[in-house]
Nanobody
Framework: QVQLVESGGGLVQPGGSLRLSCATS????????ISWFRQVSGAEREGVSC??????????YYAESVKGRFTTSRDNAKNTVWLQINGLKYEDTAVYYC????????????????WGQGTQVTVSS
């Protein structure tokens, strides 16, 4: 079973950037698609991006709300998936989670089987 640990969140001003890290262990990332989700209190957990494992074609998907500003990537040697966030907006404030499924990419939280603990991103002036 894969374990996930997010890090890299923090407090940043509008227009700033952050790079979130999802460190994985316990399994070969080739067979896992890693997605990023975010959640604001009282709202549904929202899919942000997905990067599929090599076994599934290295496909990448983004939610429409983050296209052009968010970039996900993978370092197989380090077993780490990254989410680079640029041009941060107030509405990006949320707890960000990485999640894994041993299948094709999905931005649907109901198809995720493994979750990290979350890292807080706060955009404030």
């Amino acid at each position: 079973q894969v374990q996930l640990v997010e890090s890299g969140g923090g407090l940043v001003q509008p227009g700033g950037s952050l790079r979130l890290s999802c460190a994985t262990s316990g399994s070969d990332l080739d067979y896992y698609s890693i997605s990023w989700f975010r959640q604001v209190s009282g709202a549904e957990r929202e899919g942000v991006s997905c990067l599929s494992g090599r076994a599934y074609g290295d496909d990448i998907y983004y939610a429409e709300s983050v296209k052009g500003r968010f970039t996900t990537s993978r370092d197989n040697a380090k077993n780490t998936v990254w989410l680079q966030i640029n041009g941060l907006k107030y509405e990006d404030t949320a707890v960000y989670y990485c999640a894994a499924t041993q299948s094709l990419c999905s931005l649907d939280k109901d198809f995720m089987y493994h979750w990290g603990q979350g890292t807080q991103v706060t955009v404030s002036s």
